[in-house]
Nanobody, 123 residues
């Protein structure tokens, strides 16, 4: 079974940038779509960005369009989330997950979650 480990979170001022990484091991990575989710305190987990198995297709939540970029490296078995122009409302625990298929539809089809990494954006 695939294991996912997130890293790269931290404290940053509003307007700053962070790059999250998700390392996959113990299972197939290249054939599946991957996604980044976030969960703020007291809120439900929400999909932030997703990328297809080929990397050709991407999906973003409206709240992060134009600011976040998802990418993947097949050689390293890693997925990244570049976060620019960060806002205090981006504060949350960020998780990566693997989809059960090569595409990210349905958007509810993500599984094999990581443990998450905390992102805190100060105003």
């Amino acid at each position: 079974q695939v294991q996912l480990v997130e890293s790269g979170g931290g404290l940053v001022q509003a307007g700053g940038s962070l790059r999250l990484s998700c390392s996959a091991s113990g299972g197939t990575f290249t054939s599946y779509a991957m996604g980044w989710f976030r969960q703020a305190s007291g809120e439900e987990r929400e999909l932030v960005a997703a990328i297809s198995w080929s990397g050709q297709g991407t999906h973003y939540a409206d709240a992060v369009k134009g600011r976040f970029t998802i990418s993947r490296d097949y050689r390293k078995n890693e997925v990244y989330l570049q976060m620019d122009s960060l806002k205090p409302e981006d504060t949350a625990v960020y998780f990566c997950a693997r989809h059960f298929s090569g595409t990210y539809y349905p958007l509810t089809g993500f599984e094999s979650w990581g443990q998450g990494t905390q992102v805190t954006v100060s105003s």
